[in-house]
Nanobody
Framework: VQLVESGGGLVQPGGSLRLSCTAS????????IGWFRQAPGKERERVSC????????YYADSVKGRFTISGDKSKNTVYLQMNSLKPEDTAVYYC?????????????????WGKGTLVTVSS
């Protein structure tokens, strides 16, 4: 399984970015894709998860109402639309995939990781 991320960059506070993660190598669509992030000097935290089977979603409290996760089964791609970005959202964002949606939500035993994309929110 391979995960390819795109969409990071520099944005001013209050701005928006959209991250994409495309998965390849899964034999069916019974898996979940999520986004985790790690800021300098901090532990990695889960941000959002999306189940390709039934479109279930999960959001961390810190991003609820600002971030929206969605998926396109035909493209094996999940998107993270990030609005109203804050400086504290600055981090490396990692795409993660797992056969179990619950693993993504719990942030445990993730099977596959992308290389990460840097999001910087600064004026």
């Amino acid at each position: 399984v391979q995960l390819v991320e795109s969409g990071g960059g520099l944005v001013q506070p209050g701005g928006s970015l959209r991250l994409s993660c495309t998965a390849s190598g899964f034999s069916d669509d019974d898996y979940a894709i999520g986004w985790f992030r790690q800021a300098p000097g901090k532990e990695r935290e889960r941000v959002s998860c999306f189940a390709l089977t039934d479109s279930s979603t999960y959001y961390a409290d810190s991003v609820k109402g600002r971030f929206t996760i969605s998926g396109d089964k035909s493209k094996n791609t999940v998107y993270l639309q990030m609005n109203s970005l804050k400086p504290e959202d600055t981090a490396v964002y990692y795409c993660a995939a797992d056969n179990l949606y619950a693993d993504c939500v719990l942030g445990m035993d993730i099977n596959y990781w992308g290389k990460g994309t840097l999001v910087t929110v600064s004026s």
